[in-house]
C-alpha cells in the first residue's frame, strides 16, 4: 500500500507543479480548456495518441492514480471502523 500511495503521491505532485507552471499561477485543478490539457500533457511528457493528442492519455493516467489512491484511503478507512 505504501508504495502504491507513494507511486501515485509522486504523480499527482507533479501533474500539480506542471500546472502551477504553465498557468504562472497557484493552482491545483487541471485546466478546462482542451488545449491547455494538452500543453499540460504534452509538458508533462506523454505521447501522443493516433489522432496526435496527448491529453487523454494524461487524463487516463491520472484517474487510475486517483482512482487506486481512492481505494487505498477507503480500505484503511474501513479497516480503522472495524
Known amino acids: 500500500e505504501y508504495d502504491i500511495?507513494?507511486?501515485c503521491y509522486d504523480f499527482l505532485l507533479q501533474v500539480q507543479s506542471r500546472v502551477r507552471i504553465v498557468h504562472n499561477r497557484s493552482l491545483d485543478d487541471i485546466p478546462a480548456?482542451?488545449?491547455e490539457v494538452e500543453k499540460l500533457a504534452r509538458?508533462?511528457?506523454f505521447e501522443g495518441t493516433p489522432n496526435g493528442r496527448a491529453?487523454?492519455?494524461l487524463l487516463e493516467e491520472?484517474?487510475?492514480h486517483t482512482a487506486r489512491t481512492r481505494r487505498i484511503f477507503l480500505q484503511l478507512l474501513d479497516r480503522e471502523r472495524n
Open 5 to 7: 500511495l507513494r507511486s
Open 33 to 35: 480548456l482542451p488545449d
Open 43 to 45: 509538458r508533462l511528457g
Open 55 to 57: 491529453a487523454p492519455r
Open 62 to 64: 491520472l484517474e487510475k
